[in-house]
């Protein structure tokens, strides 16, 4: 069955480290995005990319960013993690049909950052 | 601009019992409704979409343009719908998704 797959399933890092987040996707859509959950706050949505050469901020994308390696997988990196960036992040591809999209969740990615 | 407001955080009900999870939405323009459900530790995934117009394990939502809304309803809880819930917009044009903040359902034996 076609997926949304993302690695490491769960990281613990220290603050002040690099660390990139994987999402690998066989469903063929072009539409992938990156979004964190934590309790209480919902999702909020870090940043998407509608095709390989295009990358948008959402609505936290501060401390973050993205590398579109192909129509297939997108990355998300801290570059110097903090630990307020602890929390669930999922990846999601969309398609987009008659002008309207439908995303489809990967199992998400739990980080803690001692 | 775009927004959806779930105002309950947590709606508790007993087992059997009627469930109306709250979704109100503010649009221009004329949108597209879902209603996504996150079980404990699984991923999201979507539940029902408003223009489909069906029901997904018992639960319904009816788009009401005139009160802005897309509420979610069961008309007898079960202890496995237990789960957040999570409103979602889609409008015209190159805009991704937007959910709102999420309701926790907690169906109680």
């Known amino acids: 069955d076609a997926d949304v797959t993302q690695t490491p399933r769960n990281r613990i890092t220290k603050t002040g480290k690099r660390i990139m987040l994987e999402c690998s996707q066989t469903k063929g859509h072009d539409r992938m995005y990156w979004y964190r959950q934590d309790p209480g706050l919902g999702l909020r949505l870090i940043y998407y990319?509608?095709?390989?050469?295009d990358i948008n901020k959402g609505e936290i994308s501060d401390g973050y960013s993205v590398s579109r390696q192909a129509q297939a997988k997108f990355s998300l990196s801290l570059e110097s993690a903090i630990p307020n960036q602890t929390a669930l992040y999922f990846c999601?591809?969309?398609?987009w049909g008659q002008g309207r999209e439908t995303q489809y969740f990967g199992p998400g990615t739990r980080l803690l950052v001692l | 601009a775009q927004r959806v407001t779930q105002p309950e955080k947590l709606l508790s009900v007993f087992k059997g019992a009627p469930v109306e999870l709250k979704c109100n939405y503010s649009?221009?323009?004329?949108?597209?409704l879902f209603w996504y459900v996150q079980y404990s530790r699984q991923r999201l995934q979507l539940l029902l979409r408003?223009?489909s117009r069906e029901s997904i394990k018992g639960f319904t939502a009816d788009l009401n343009k005139g009160e802005t809304s897309f509420h979610l309803k069961k008309p007898f809880a079960q202890e496995e719908d237990s789960a957040m819930y999570y409103c979602?917009?889609?409008?015209?044009?190159?805009?991704?998704?937007?959910f709102g903040k999420g309701t926790r359902l907690s169906v109680i034996a």
């Open positions: 649009y221009s323009g004329s949108p597209e």
């Open positions: 990319s509608f095709d390989v050469k």
């Open positions: 408003h223009i």
């Open positions: 979602a917009l889609s409008g015209q044009g190159n805009t991704p998704l937007v």
């Open positions: 999601a591809t969309s398609d």
